[in-house]
């Protein structure tokens, strides 16, 4: 699979709430499939079951069988090298920028003073 597939996968997993719901859960810690469940009682295991389902294809969460339980466990590493490849390098470009706005707007100013009346320039006419 290409890393743009790759890509693809991640960015459709991080498509819904729901799933966002469930990763921010395993990054506080490992659950079990039930103890998911418990957490959305608006969706009925089958929907859990898919959710996790798309997470695992993106590589996002890693399931373990222990006994009859199913522990599901994040894998940040897909996040992280969505950081790494966009943003990353456009929080360094937009952080470049205002740091160049910073300079031109902080940046003394020389001065603008009025020619008086009857200076030189008015009296060439």
């Not at 499939?33 to 798309?54: I, K, N, S, W, Y």
């Not at 205002?98 to 031109?104: A, I, Q």
Request: neutral net charge.
């Amino acid at each position: 699979m290409s890393s743009e597939d790759e890509a693809d996968l991640i960015f459709k997993a991080l498509g819904h709430r729901v799933r966002r719901s469930i990763l921010d859960l395993l990054k506080a810690e490992s659950l079990t499939t039930g103890m998911l469940c418990a957490r959305f009682p608006e969706l009925d295991r089958c929907t859990v079951m898919q959710h996790l389902g798309v997470l695992e294809e993106a590589g996002l969460v890693v399931a373990e069988r222990r006994g009859r339980e199913r522990w599901n466990h994040l894998d940040a590493l897909p996040v992280h090298a969505i950081h790494e490849r966009w943003i990353g390098p456009y929080a360094a470009y937009a952080a470049g920028m205002l740091s160049r706005l910073k300079k031109v707007v902080e940046k003394p100013q020389t001065p603008i003073i009025p020619a008086k009346a009857g200076t030189q320039a008015e009296s060439a006419d």
